[in-house]
């Protein structure tokens, strides 16, 4: 009776553990302001000034580089988060689809159908641009010159293929007949640089184009719309946070392009965090100073965030693992006692590991209709009940069929066998499964930082955006610094019931 007695306490303990998880998400999005943010450097530094303009009012939260427009927007919808900047162009042609020009009052009626509303614009306008390098050979002059150079190679930001007002348009309007390739925004900068590409799509207030003196072609058919920047926020939100908002409108028109150019240069360049910059913008009117000194690895690694982004790694991880348990335990047991259900079982969590991460993550998002903790619970889970289900079945199946036969002899039923005979001897295959599944999902928790949830994996997004290779290290070595640990967590349990059984 001692394996019952001590499991059925345990797994209490763990939905307890799981509900308090998959509630507190939704209890502090009910009482703070949340403002969202894409992944790249502008974006980030206007969603902190909104959120230390909101703060004195009350709780505000930035939930930083959540990704593309689609996401961001889906947490608008959903109430995930209440404010984000955005840009006209986009809002008209990627948002709302216009094939042409919209007014500003008729963009805010059809927004305004959605729950949605358009307000303060900031006052500088980043539109897209192709770049090249300044000692590029028989440089063209515009957009139009590119059709006549097929061997030129695009490196293109992944947004931007994908775009209604990005490549696919902009390739049939000037017959443009390059294959390009995906890169990520930050990276483009460094491949351009080191002759890896020819061509990088660009915001026109990148603080690179100027320190690489690039050549921005010009878009001589006028394909590209204006992007002023603007709020994008929920209907309700001013109603809700009534002193957040007003003093959130007194940022009309106080950010021109110059400023915005000096901002991004002062974290790309200069070193200087988001939080740093945004502090200096609102207590002064003069563009951030350069910092005197960049920090170095141990400095990131060890930052203010340290502690907080542990925590909530950690938290996802086992609560990842915790439900991954709760549903692949029963499910090898299943496949284990009932052959013809075998397959099937094991096909279809074999089949959740080949969807890609951030796919699953884009599919549960409109399912579940919120962004963070909980979609990237549900993500992390699936993705760990393949060792967990596996080795569950394949542990039961290696009991030996004579130790079965002596205890039905004996006069247990084949719920007693299972949890006195089957369970306890399996339990050593059970925990490597499990070892397995904890270990995979310390690396995999970096993904859910895209979607608002945290982790280590906030600084991997941050460093991406920055092309900070530092940055990238601080949050990847403190998750596998975790796997390590938590690979002798397990095989320090491993062989304390290896002797106890």
């Avoid at 902190?48 to 009012?57: G, K, V």
């Avoid at 001013?238 to 915005?260: S, T, V």
């Avoid at 990131?300 to 915790?322: C, E, N, Y």
């Avoid at 979607?451 to 990847?476: S, V």
């Amino acid at each position: 009776m001692h394996f019952r007695i001590r499991i059925q306490p345990l797994s209490t303990f763990w939905l307890v553990f799981l509900a308090v998880c998959l509630t507190s998400g939704k209890a502090h999005a009910d009482t703070s302001l949340n403002v969202g943010s894409k992944r790249f450097t502008e974006s980030y530094i206007l969603g902190e000034i909104l959120t230390q303009i909101a703060a004195p009012h009350g709780p505000a939260h930035h939930l930083q580089g959540l990704g593309n427009t689609a996401i961001v927007l889906n947490a608008l919808k959903t109430g995930s988060i209440d404010i984000y900047p955005e840009y006209l162009g986009t809002i008209q042609t990627e948002i709302l689809k216009h094939e042409g020009p919209a007014s500003l009052p008729q963009l805010q009626a059809e927004l305004a159908l959605q729950g949605l509303g358009l307000a303060v614009p900031l006052g500088f306008n980043n539109t897209y641009a192709l770049a090249m390098r300044p000692d590029a050979a028989d440089m063209p002059e515009s957009l139009s010159d590119l059709a006549k150079k097929p061997a030129l190679r695009f490196g293109l930001s992944h947004e931007f293929l994908g775009r209604t007002d990005g490549w696919p348009g902009l390739a049939r309007l000037y017959q443009l007949p390059q294959r390009p390739a995906g890169l990520d925004h930050g990276i483009a900068y460094d491949a351009l640089a080191s002759g890896q590409v020819d061509v990088i799509d660009i915001y026109s207030t990148d603080a690179r184009i100027k320190q690489m003196n690039l050549h921005v072609l010009l878009d001589d058919r006028h394909y590209f719309p204006r992007y002023d920047a603007v709020l994008l926020y929920r209907l309700d939100m001013p109603a809700r946070f009534p002193q957040a908002w007003a003093a959130i409108q007194k940022l009309e028109g106080k950010i021109d392009n110059a400023r915005m150019i000096a901002m991004n240069a002062a974290v790309e360049l200069d070193g200087k965090s988001f939080a740093q910059v945004a502090q200096q913008f609102l207590s002064t009117s003069s563009p951030p100073a350069a910092a005197t000194r960049r920090e170095g690895l141990l400095q990131k690694l060890f930052g203010p965030d340290f502690m907080r982004l542990t925590w909530q790694h950690l938290l996802l991880v086992l609560a990842a693992i915790s439900l991954a348990c709760l549903l692949g335990i029963p499910l090898g047991i299943i496949a284990a006692f009932a052959p013809r259900l075998r397959q099937a079982v094991m096909a279809g969590v074999g089949i959740l590991q080949t969807v890609p991460s951030l796919a699953l993550l884009a599919m549960l998002i409109p399912l579940l209709g919120m962004i963070g903790f909980v979609p990237a619970l549900i993500a992390l889970s699936l993705y760990a009940l393949l060792p967990v289900v596996r080795n569950t079945c394949v542990g039961i199946l290696q009991v030996p069929d004579g130790l079965r036969m002596a205890a039905l002899a004996l006069g247990l039923s084949h719920g007693q066998r299972l949890r006195h005979v089957d369970l306890p001897l399996a339990l050593p295959m059970i925990l490597a499964g499990i070892k397995t599944a904890a270990v995979m999902s310390v690396g995999t928790a970096t993904i859910a930082a895209f979607i608002g949830a945290g982790g280590y994996g906030e600084r991997i997004t941050i460093g991406l955006a920055l092309n900070d290779n530092q940055m990238l290290l601080a949050g990847a070595l403190p998750a596998a610094a975790l796997a390590l640990l938590t690979q002798w967590s397990f095989d320090l349990l491993e062989r304390l019931i290896v002797k106890k059984y």
